[in-house]
């Protein structure tokens, strides 16, 4: 179909095309199922912590294989995911054409969702997708996938119990009352950190709190007029804080870059292929490792409109070959920064130095994460290519589900799902990132599949010999003998 041939009919007739595209796929199929309990309880087939991009993907395509999932989230409807909260660029960094969570289905794209309201002159005039845009484009994915979200539920507690099902902990934030909840599995779609946090350097503990924040935390840019603000690195999360800064009217802005230079070249976007996507999860350990390691040495460049956001003001002053060695707080509240060209003093620090894979940070998981096997007990890399988050990344089964490690016992751990960020050594960047992101949602839901059917196969067969719906009613033919009786021949 051309561009041309989409025309801004509105979000309804768009709705309506979806419906046909469904009916022509025979999406979702019919139930198969069983319903089982356990002490009196329903058990729910899945349940996925995390209502982002990544959690109404997996929710989609889990449903358009059969299975129902209910999606737990902590934040307020409308707020899943970074996008309307601690994200900050202007626009998406991946091209607009990308399919994202689209599950193959046109009428669900980014592309269908904006030409249906908009046009095809405005979708050639768009260069990348806005931030808040692509977060209403979302929300009206879930509405469309009947995704089934719980808002405002924070998950405290899973628990394996080597029963057939996973229990949850959950707080509703508005009443502040607790729920259990029993799941046969659990999804975690907890995004870029969803097994640890931010990270900081050892030296943000010497000054004070409120004198520092993370890129990843909620703050509002306005704290920034006419103040002195550091940024601590020079990646995408970095242009953006920095850029918020600015635009808030900071006295300047500095940016502090460990390297002698700004990387330029994105070597993960030269990583990206259909091999890459449907067999990375198959290569042998070593080339995993190898390519994981090299991407990560050779870090991601920020994007050119987030860097020219920031270089555009006369105050903003980008500093590299410069590390932090020290810092005090200063008499007056502001900080003082010993670097390796001279002494900073600022009145806030932003760090833009990423997120680490960290279980501890993570006490919802505590029943089970020394358990976890990590790559660390499963591989030992080549000299010259050691890489802290390639240790501390699970080391995932075919369905991202977590193993258990030898000479620890944790039943039923495997009923865990980890469908994030660090799902990456195992799976390459299909539990997180917009360009593949369908992909590991449908390799999720048919590894579940299988998994289900392997539980239930007493269930299944027992419905396979109680199908009696005929074909043939016993009336389509009359019966005939075999040798028909003649007059005698006569010679």
Same mark, same amino acid.
């Given at each position: 179909?051309?561009?041309?041939?989409?025309?801004?009919?509105?979000?309804?007739?768009?709705?309506?095309?979806?419906?046909?595209?469904?009916?022509?796929? /025979?999406?979702?199929?019919?139930?198969?199922?069983?319903?089982?309990?356990?002490?009196?309880?329903?058990?729910?087939?899945?349940?996925?912590?995390?209502?982002?991009?990544?959690?109404?993907?997996?929710a989609?395509?889990?449903?358009?294989?059969?299975?129902?999932?209910?999606?737990?989230?902590?934040?307020?409807?409308?707020?899943?995911g970074?996008?309307?909260?601690t994200?900050?660029?202007?626009?998406?960094?991946?091209?607009?054409?990308? !399919?994202? %969570?689209?599950?193959?289905?046109?009428?669900?794209?980014?592309?269908?969702?904006?030409?249906?309201?908009?046009?095809?002159?405005?979708?050639?005039?768009?260069?990348?997708?806005?931030?808040? =845009?692509?977060?209403?484009?979302?929300?009206?994915?879930g509405?469309? !996938?009947?995704? =089934?979200?719980?808002?405002g539920?924070?998950?405290e507690?899973? !628990?394996?119990?080597?029963k057939?099902y996973?229990r949850?902990?959950?707080?509703?934030?508005?009443?502040?009352?607790?729920?259990?909840?029993?799941?046969?599995?659990?999804?975690?779609?907890?995004?870029?950190?969803?097994?640890?946090?931010?990270?900081?350097?050892?030296w943000a503990?010497?000054i004070?709190?409120?004198?520092?924040?993370?890129?990843?935390?909620?703050?509002?840019?306005?704290l920034?007029?006419?103040?002195?603000?550091?940024?601590?690195g020079?990646?995408?999360?970095?242009?953006?804080?920095?850029?918020t800064?600015?635009?808030?009217?900071?006295?300047?802005?500095?940016?502090?870059?460990?390297?002698?230079?700004?990387p330029?070249? /994105?070597?993960?976007?030269?990583?990206?292929?259909?091999?890459?996507?449907?067999?990375?999860?198959?290569?042998?350990?070593?080339?995993?490792?190898?390519?994981?390691?090299?991407?990560?040495?050779?870090?991601?460049?920020?994007?050119?409109?987030?860097?020219?956001?920031?270089?555009?003001?006369?105050?903003?002053?980008f500093?590299?070959?410069?590390?932090?060695?020290?810092?005090?707080?200063?008499?007056?509240?502001?900080?003082?920064? /010993?670097?390796?060209?001279?002494?900073?003093?600022?009145?806030?620090?932003?760090?833009?130095?990423?997120?680490?894979?960290?279980?501890?940070?993570?006490?919802?998981?505590?029943?089970?994460? %020394?358990?976890?096997?990590?790559?660390?007990?499963?591989?030992? %890399?080549?000299?010259?290519?050691?890489?802290?988050?390639? /240790?501390?990344?699970?080391?995932?089964?075919?369905?991202?589900?977590?193993?258990?490690?030898?000479? !620890?016992?944790? %039943?039923g751990?495997?009923?865990?799902?980890?469908?994030?960020?660090?799902?990456t050594?195992?799976?390459?960047?299909?539990?997180?990132?917009?360009?593949?992101?369908?992909?590991?949602?449908?390799?999720?839901?048919?590894?579940?599949?299988?998994?289900?059917?392997?539980?239930?196969i007493?269930?299944?067969?027992?419905?396979?010999?109680?199908?009696?719906?005929?074909?043939l009613?016993?009336?389509?033919?009359?019966e005939?003998?075999?040798?028909?009786?003649?007059?005698?021949?006569?010679?």
């Open positions: 179909m051309k561009s041309s041939d989409l025309s801004p009919k509105g979000l309804l007739h768009l709705e309506q095309r979806l419906h046909q595209e469904l009916e022509l796929l /025979n999406l979702p199929p019919k139930s198969w199922m069983p319903t089982l309990e356990q002490d009196g309880e329903t058990l729910l087939p899945v349940v996925i912590v995390g209502g982002g991009m990544a959690g109404l993907c997996a989609a395509a889990l449903r358009f294989q059969g299975v129902p999932s209910m999606i737990l989230d902590q934040a307020p409807a409308g707020l899943e970074p996008w309307a909260t994200a900050r660029m202007e626009t998406l960094r991946s091209p607009k054409e990308l !399919t994202g %969570p689209a599950l193959g289905i046109p009428s669900l794209t980014f592309r269908a969702w904006f030409v249906a309201q908009f046009g095809d002159q405005e979708w050639e005039a768009l260069d990348k997708i806005p931030r808040l =845009q692509w977060a209403e484009y979302l929300r009206w994915y509405c469309v !996938t009947e995704a =089934q979200v719980l808002n539920r924070r998950v507690r899973v !628990t394996p119990t080597g057939g996973v949850l902990v959950v707080r509703d934030l508005d009443t502040n009352q607790e729920q259990q909840l029993r799941a046969r599995r659990v999804v975690l779609a907890t995004g870029r950190d969803g097994l640890g946090g931010p990270w900081v350097p050892h503990s010497d004070p709190r409120d004198r520092w924040m993370h890129s990843a935390d909620h703050w509002d840019g306005k920034f007029q006419d103040k002195r603000v550091v940024v601590i020079a990646g995408a999360s970095a242009m953006d804080s920095a850029a800064a600015l635009e808030s009217h900071a006295e300047w802005v500095r940016l502090l870059v460990r390297r002698r230079e700004i330029r070249v /994105n070597k993960s976007k030269g990583s990206v292929s259909p091999g890459m996507t449907h067999g990375y999860w198959q290569l042998p350990d070593r080339w995993k490792w190898q390519l994981r390691h090299y991407i990560n040495e050779q870090q991601v460049p920020p994007p050119q409109g987030s860097t020219l956001r920031v270089s555009r003001h006369p105050n903003a002053f500093h590299t070959d410069i590390q932090v060695q020290s810092a005090i707080a200063n008499g007056d509240g502001s900080v003082r920064l /010993n670097t390796t060209q001279g002494v900073l003093d600022a009145d806030y620090i932003v760090f833009s130095t990423g997120f680490r894979i960290d279980l501890a940070q993570r006490t919802e998981l505590a029943d089970f994460a %020394p358990a976890i096997r990590l790559w660390q007990h499963r591989h030992r %890399p080549q000299a010259g290519v050691s890489d802290q988050e390639l /240790n501390d990344s699970p080391d995932l089964g075919p369905a991202f589900e977590f193993q258990v490690r030898e000479g !620890t016992e944790c %039943p751990l495997e009923r865990i799902h980890c469908f994030c960020y660090p799902a050594l195992s799976h390459g960047t299909v539990a997180g990132d917009i360009p593949q992101i369908s992909d590991g949602a449908q390799r999720l839901a048919r590894g579940l599949c299988g998994l289900f059917l392997d539980e239930d007493q269930y299944h067969f027992e419905r396979l010999q109680a199908y009696a719906e005929p074909e009613m016993g009336d389509e033919w009359a005939s003998p075999l040798v028909e009786e003649t007059a005698p021949r006569m010679n």
